[in-house]
């Protein structure tokens, strides 16, 4: 059996020393979008002249 009481417990803010606002999927997001309209860009444009 183990012994569980010299576990220490925190909750994810205190040990993020930060809160939770959802910013960064939006910043994910858009970054993917832009990537995907670039790559396509590379792609598509020299083939219509090719």
Do not use: F, K
Not at 11 to 37: K, P
């Amino acid at each position: 059996m183990s012994d569980n009481q010299d576990e220490i417990h925190i909750e994810d803010d205190d040990a993020r020393a930060a809160q939770t606002t959802g910013h960064m999927r939006y910043v994910l997001g858009i970054g993917l979008v832009i990537a995907v309209i670039a790559m396509s860009a590379v792609w598509i444009i020299p083939a219509l002249w090719g």
